[in-house]
């Protein structure tokens, strides 16, 4: 884990903020892929970066850059979290991009 990260700050405030709601999103806003309103704790969010952390490791190194497509979603801040942890940063891919701005954003950002 990269000392100095904003991974060490979450962790940090996890420690002191553990069962207190981290992210939470309105039930309005999360129609489309849930069945409620989405909220993660501290702990929670935590135990979920960590697992896919975990998962990254296994071919993510630090000072990659990882593209990831996602909607506008909680999960997104787990994944950013996690691909911190490892010394790896995002490059964010938007869902409505078409396929020409997908390869030209992949092929220019030396994402892994």
Request: charged share 20%.
């Amino acid at each position: 884990m990269t000392a100095g990260s904003v991974y060490r700050a979450f962790e940090e405030s996890v420690s002191r903020h553990g069962p207190r709601p981290f992210l939470r999103t309105p039930a309005e806003s999360a129609a489309k892929y849930a069945g409620g309103a989405v909220q993660f704790t501290y702990a929670e969010a935590k135990g979920r970066v960590d697992a896919l952390a975990a998962g990254y490791a296994a071919g993510v190194s630090p000072g990659d850059r990882v593209a990831v497509a996602f909607d506008s979603r909680l999960e997104v801040y787990l994944h950013l979290l996690a691909l911190n942890a490892l010394g790896a940063s995002i490059v964010p891919l938007m869902s409505g991009a078409t396929d020409t701005e997908l390869g030209h954003i992949v092929g220019h950002s030396d994402a892994a």
